[in-house]
Structures are given as structure tokens and as C-alpha cells.
């Protein structure tokens, strides 16, 4: 059974950090391109961020390069983000997504449940 769960989402003040983690089982983790997503409420879900394990290649969306990094650790099958320097309009609900082809896309392979990431002002 394929599975990726996310953790690490929670309420920090603007200018803090939190660090998502994203377990995946079930499926050969590095032929997959892991991504990580967000859906703000009334808004469409966005690509945030992706990297193929494969090669460590990276993607990040305009709104959070200089302040988000994701990395990979094929050991454990985990892809982490570490988000730096929140922002209000940072807040949103994350999703980890892996595809065998491309991301981000809206049609990932996999999709995790998600992690509320709420930031105040």
C-alpha cells in the first residue's frame, strides 16, 4: 500500500520556522519525483516545491525561493522542507505528492493527507 505522510505542520509566528517531513512507503522511492503542495483556504493548490531523489534536482515556486529548501534522505525515504522566514500568506494546508513523470503537477501519482502550517502575524 502506498503511503505519504506528512508531518511537522503547526502554528508559528511570522519570521519563524517549521520543518515538514514527508514518510513514504510502498512505492520505489527513488525512481519518484517527491513534491510538496499547499492549498490556502478559497485558493487553488499550488506546487510549492519538488525534487527527484534520483539526482536531487530541485523545483521551488517564485513566492518562496531564498526562504524554503527541500532535501531528500533515501535512507529513510523521507523528503523534508524547511521553511525559513514565514510569512502570513505562507499559511496553508501542505501536501507531499510523488509522480513518476513530472512536478509539480496536478496530477501527481500520490498524494499524502496533509499538514496544517498556520503563520501569524
Known amino acids: 500500500e502506498v503511503q505519504l505522510v506528512e508531518s511537522g505542520g503547526g502554528l508559528v509566528q511570522a519570521g519563524g520556522s517549521l520543518r515538514l517531513s514527508c514518510a513514504a512507503s510502498?512505492?520505489?522511492?527513488?525512481?519518484?519525483?517527491i513534491g510538496w503542495f499547499r492549498q490556502a483556504p478559497g485558493k487553488e493548490r499550488e506546487g510549492v516545491s519538488c525534487?527527484?531523489?534520483?539526482?536531487?534536482?530541485?523545483y521551488y515556486t517564485n513566492s518562496v525561493k531564498g526562504r524554503f529548501t527541500i532535501s531528500s534522505d533515501n535512507a529513510k525515504n523521507t523528503v523534508y522542507l524547511q521553511m525559513n522566514s514565514l510569512k502570513p500568506e505562507d499559511t496553508a494546508v501542505y501536501y507531499c505528492?510523488?509522480?513518476?513523470?513530472?512536478?509539480?503537477?496536478?496530477?501527481?501519482?500520490?498524494w499524502g493527507k496533509g499538514t496544517l502550517v498556520t503563520v501569524s502575524s
Open positions: 505528492a510523488a509522480d513518476l513523470r513530472s512536478c509539480p503537477s496536478y496530477a501527481m501519482d500520490y
Open positions: 510502498g512505492f520505489t522511492f527513488d525512481d519518484y519525483i
Open positions: 525534487i527527484r531523489s534520483s539526482d536531487g534536482s530541485t
